[in-house]
Nanobody, 116 residues
Framework: QVQLVESGGGLVQAGGSLRLSCVASGSIFRITDMGWYRQAPGKQRELVAGIAAGGRTNYADSVKGRFTISRDNAKNTLYLQMNSLKPDDTAVYYC??????????WGQGTQVTVSS
């Protein structure tokens, strides 16, 4: 298991930007596949972006071209740069770690609210 702590959420106007961070405990971060998920009220949790241990990334269609996922293995930190935010991006954002397809940790979530 790995402990994950997110930060960086907040209230922003439409068109604005935020950068989320997720700090992982332990020494296995560099071999862990990581992802950002979000859950809006009344909706299921969905994958926003993922980054494999080797650096390959994938994005939900709704955020392509606006969000960028990255990782700094030296700092055990995962990032999500969010630009051109829309009210539909309002949700609680979670980071998740997986190792050999098994979930090894979820963060507690950070609220992102985009006002119109």
């Amino acid at each position: 298991q790995v402990q994950l702590v997110e930060s960086g959420g907040g209230l922003v106007q439409a068109g604005g930007s935020l950068r989320l961070s997720c700090v992982a405990s332990g020494s296995i971060f560099r071999i862990t596949d990581m992802g950002w998920y979000r859950q809006a009220p009344g909706k299921q949790r969905e994958l926003v972006a993922g980054i494999a241990a080797g650096g390959r990334t994938n994005y939900a269609d709704s955020v392509k071209g606006r969000f960028t996922i990255s990782r700094d293995n030296a700092k055990n930190t995962l990032y999500l740069q969010m630009n051109s935010l829309k009210p539909d991006d309002t949700a609680v954002y979670y980071c998740r770690g997986t190792l050999w397809s098994e979930t090894i940790g979820w963060g507690q979530g950070t609220q992102v609210t985009v006002s119109s």
